[in-house]
C-alpha cells in the first residue's frame, strides 16, 4: 500500500521544515538581488563616465579634422564668425548618423552644437564662448573641471583648438537620462527576481516539506508495526533513492516479522510433537496399557533427549543471535580436525550406504576445535539424512587465495535451483512439510552457518556435480601460513 498525501487538505498545510526553507530561500535570493543592485549601479556609474570620455575625445578627434581642411579650403575662421548656422550644419554632418536624422538620448546630448567652443591660432573664441563661462561654484563640493582641447591642424600648423565638456561637466544634464533608466531598467529585473524567488521559495517549500510529512507519517506508521506502508519513488533524486530505502527497510521489517511468527509457530509444533508422544506413553503407563518397563522408560529417555537437543539448539541460534556464542578461536590444523571426524564417521556412512572420498592439505585456521567438530557433525547428519544409497560423500579440502576452503558434496537426491538460497533458514525443510525423514529438528543447517559465520567463515550451497548438493566452505587462513607461493586462480 502506498502512501498518498495528494487530499485538498494538504494544501494548506505548511511544515515547520517548510517555512524554514522559504524563509532561508527568499532571504538568500533578496540578499543576492540585493547586492547585484548595489555592484551593478557603481559599474555602471562608473562604466558611464567612461563611456562618455571615449565617446566625446572620439566626436571631438572627428570634429577638429573636418574643422582643419574647411579652415584649409577657406584659410580662416571667418565664415564662422559671420555664420553661427555653418557651425550647427558642420556638427551635424560630421557627428550625426548618415540618416541625417536627429540622435536620441545620450547620443543627441554628446552631438549638440552647444556642446563644444572654437579657439583660433591666437586662443581666441571663434565660436561657442559661453562654454568657457566658469559656473558658479557650489559650497562644499570641488571645482567644476575645465573644458578639454583638441589642436586644429592644417598641413602641420596649428590653426586652432576644439574644446569640449569634460564627462564631469556633462552629466549634470545627461548622467540622470541613462543612470536613472538603468536603474529602473534594474528594479524591474530585481523585482522579477524577487517574484520568482518568492513563486520558487514557495513551490520548493511546499514540494520538499510535503515529501518530508509523507516520510514522517510512514515512519510514524512503521514504529506503530504497520510495515505494510510504501512511499512513492517517483524520480531520481536523493529523496527518491531514501524513499526507496524506507520501502526496503519497511519490506525487511515486514519479511522479520513473518519470519518471527513462523518461527514461533514451527518452535512450538517442534516442541508439541515429543511432548505429545511424552504425554501419550506416560498415560498409557498410568492407565496400565504399557507396563513400566526398562525397555519403555528406555523410550521415554528418548523423546527427552529429543527435546532437550532441540532445546540446546535454539539456545545456540539465539546466542548466535545475540553475538554471544561462547568461541575460543586458536591455530587449528583445519586438514587434521576433519579428517579425523570423518574417519570416525566412516563406518557410519558404509553402513548408509554412502561411499567416503575425501582429500586434504595442512591448512591452518583460527578457529574453536570444538565448534569445528560441531560443524562436521551437522553436515555428516545432513548428509546421512538427505542422501540415497548407494551413493558418494567426496570432500576436498584445499587453499584458494587466502582462505582454506572445503568442497563437502554429496549424491542424490539433489536440491531446486530455487530453494539453495533457503536452506540455512531456521525450520526449513526442502519437501514443504512437516514430515521428518530422519527425525531432525530442521535446525542443523542453521547451526552448522552460524557456526562458521562465527569463526569468520562463509558457508554457501550450490549443485554439486555428483547430482546432489555442495557446500563450500571458505575459512580466513592464519597470516604465518597464507604463502602467496600457493595460489590457485578463483
Do not use: C
Not at 544634464?173 to 541613462?178: K, L, V
Not at 518568492?198 to 504497520?226: F, H, I, K, P, V
Not at 567426496?394 to 538460497?421: C, K, N
Amino acid at each position: 500500500m502506498s502512501l498518498s498525501l495528494s487530499g485538498r487538505r494538504d494544501w494548506p498545510r505548511l511544515s515547520r521544515l517548510s517555512l524554514k526553507l522559504f524563509a532561508i530561500i527568499l532571504i538568500t535570493n533578496v540578499l543576492i538581488s540585493g547586492l547585484v543592485f548595489v555592484f551593478v549601479s557603481r559599474s555602471l556609474d562608473q562604466g558611464f563616465v567612461n563611456y562618455l570620455e571615449r565617446s566625446q575625445a572620439t566626436r571631438a578627434e572627428t570634429l577638429a579634422n573636418a574643422l582643419g581642411e574647411q579652415w584649409a579650403s577657406r584659410g580662416s575662421w571667418q565664415w564662422l564668425r559671420d555664420n553661427p548656422r555653418a557651425w550647427q550644419s558642420l556638427v551635424r554632418s560630421q557627428l550625426w548618423s548618415s540618416e541625417r536624422r536627429p540622435p536620441q538620448g545620450i547620443d543627441r546630448e554628446l552631438s549638440d552644437a552647444r556642446g563644444y567652443v572654437l579657439l583660433d591660432e591666437l586662443s581666441n573664441p571663434v565660436i561657442g564662448e559661453p562654454l568657457l563661462d566658469t559656473p558658479p561654484p557650489d559650497p562644499g563640493m570641488p571645482p567644476p573641471p575645465e573644458p578639454h582641447f583638441v589642436p586644429i591642424r592644417s598641413d602641420g600648423q596649428l590653426v586652432g583648438q576644439l574644446g569640449y565638456l569634460p564627462p564631469e561637466r556633462l552629466m549634470a544634464r545627461m548622467d540622470q537620462i541613462f543612470l536613472e533608466r538603468q536603474q529602473r531598467n534594474l528594479m524591474i529585473i530585481v523585482g522579477s527576481l524577487f517574484l520568482a524567488s518568492l513563486l520558487l521559495a514557495g513551490g520548493l517549500a511546499w514540494w520538499l516539506g510535503r515529501r518530508a510529512r509523507s516520510m514522517t507519517l510512514a515512519t510514524r506508521r512503521l514504529t506503530l508495526g504497520d510495515y505494510s506502508v510504501r512511499l512513492s519513488e517517483r524520480g531520481r533524486d536523493e529523496l527518491s533513492r531514501l524513499s526507496a530505502d524506507f520501502n526496503q527497510l519497511a519490506e525487511t521489517l515486514e519479511a522479520n516479522r513473518r519470519a518471527r511468527q513462523r518461527w514461533v509457530a514451527d518452535i512450538a509444533h517442534e516442541l508439541r510433537t515429543p511432548l505429545a508422544v511424552l504425554r501419550g506413553e506416560i498415560e498409557a503407563m498410568e492407565d496400565g496399557i504399557r507396563p513400566l518397563t526398562t525397555d519403555n522408560l528406555g523410550s521415554l529417555q528418548q523423546e527427552v533427549d529429543q527435546l532437550g537437543h532441540l532445546v540446546e539448539d535454539l539456545r545456540l541460534l539465539a546466542q548466535s543471535d545475540a553475538g554471544a556464542l561462547d568461541m575460543h578461536l586458536v591455530p587449528v590444523d583445519l586438514a587434521e580436525s576433519l579428517a579425523q571426524r570423518l574417519e570416525d564417521s566412516r563406518l557410519r556412512l558404509e553402513n548408509r550406504g554412502l561411499e567416503l572420498v575425501f582429500e586434504t592439505e595442512s591448512l591452518w585456521v583460527r578457529a574453536d576445535s570444538q565448534r569445528l567438530r560441531q560443524l562436521w557433525d551437522n553436515l555428516l547428519s545432513n548428509t546421512l539424512a538427505y542422501t540415497d544409497n548407494p551413493g558418494m560423500l567426496r570432500v576436498t579440502l584445499r587453499q584458494r587465495q587466502q582462505y582454506a576452503e572445503v568442497v563437502w558434496e554429496d549424491t542424490s537426491p539433489g536440491v531446486p535451483e530455487h530453494e539453495l538460497s533457503r536452506l540455512t533458514e531456521r525450520l526449513y525443510r526442502v519437501e514443504g512439510s512437516r514430515n521428518r525423514r530422519s527425525g531432525g529438528s530442521g535446525l542443523g543447517l542453521s547451526i552448522a552457518s552460524a557456526l562458521i559465520e562465527a569463526q569468520g567463515g562463509t558457508l554457501v550451497p550450490s549443485a554439486s556435480p555428483l547430482g546432489g548438493l555442495r557446500w563450500t566452505l571458505s575459512f580466513p587462513l592464519e597470516v604465518a601460513n597464507a604463502s602467496p607461493a600457493i595460489m590457485e586462480p578463483a
